[in-house]
T-cell receptor
Framework: KNQVEQSPQSLIILEGKNCTLQ??????????LRWYKQDTGRGPVSLTI?????NTKSNGRYTATLDADTKQSSLHITASQLSDSASYIC???????????FGTGTRLLVSP | NAGVTQTPKFQVLKTGQSMTLQCAQD?????MSWYRQDPGMGLRLIHY???????DQGEVPNGYNVSRSTTEDFPLRLLSAAPSQTSVYFC???????????FGSGTRLTVV
């Protein structure tokens, strides 16, 4: 069964600190993996997208990594800001299918 | 601003009522889709369309209808609302695979 699992479920960090969110997937055949940020009451917004051959991609203070062998990805946030408080969703798509498999997200709270 | 526009933002329905959730995009994207987001679960695909005149079912299509008469619009119809359809609904569109999906801001639906 195609699944995407994220950890931790929720996280509280102090402003200025770094954090890393995890994503494990069993989607096959793998096409690409995306990280989205979802602010409360808003739709998800794309942060990064990685294909099989990519193992690191950055978007400002966000850096995503992908290990296609172990089927794991991480999202590292550097020097967190209050505006980083949101849910972060890992999404994996399979080759040849229109269906995306969504994780349940990690809810991040950045505290002053 | 280019993007995906959803209306209404909030809606309360009585059981058995019908309604249409509107979704429009101005990016000339061929692919459009509808998702529902429930607490503790990842987004689930309801219906999708790969172009005008073409629609297909997703993971949870029961109780919903769609049509795609134009590239821009992809309305979602609830035929006879049930409390189990209480959820937040997101419309998304996609152009080139590399650029990911653009989500609307969502419609929060409550069925009483």
């Amino acid at each position: 069964k195609n699944q995407v699992e994220q950890s931790p479920q929720s996280l509280i960090i102090l402003e200025g600190k770094n954090c890393t969110l995890q994503c494990n997937y069993t989607v096959s055949p793998f096409s690409n993996l995306r990280w989205y940020k979802q602010d409360t009451g808003r739709g998800p917004v794309s942060l990064t997208i990685m294909t099989f051959s990519e193992n690191t991609k950055s978007n400002g203070r966000y850096t995503a990594t992908l290990d296609a062998d172990t089927k794991q990805s991480s999202l590292h946030i550097t020097a967190s800001q209050l505006s980083d408080s949101a849910s972060y969703i890992c999404v994996v798509s399979a080759t040849g299918f229109q269906k995306l498999v969504f994780g349940t997200g990690t809810r991040l709270l950045v505290s002053p | 601003n280019a993007g995906v526009t959803q209306t209404p933002k909030f809606q309360v329905l009585k059981t058995g009522q019908s309604m249409t959730l509107q979704c429009a995009q101005d990016m000339n994207h061929e692919y459009m889709s509808w998702y529902r987001q429930d607490p503790g679960m990842g987004l689930r695909l309801i219906h999708y369309s790969v172009g005008a005149g073409i629609t297909d079912q997703g993971e949870v299509p029961n109780g919903y209808n769609v049509s795609r008469s134009t590239t821009e619009d992809f309305p979602l119809r609830l035929l006879s609302a049930a409390p189990s359809q209480t959820s937040v609904y997101f419309c998304a569109s996609r152009g080139e695979e590399a650029y990911g999906y653009t989500f609307g801001s969502g419609t929060r639906l409550t069925v009483v």
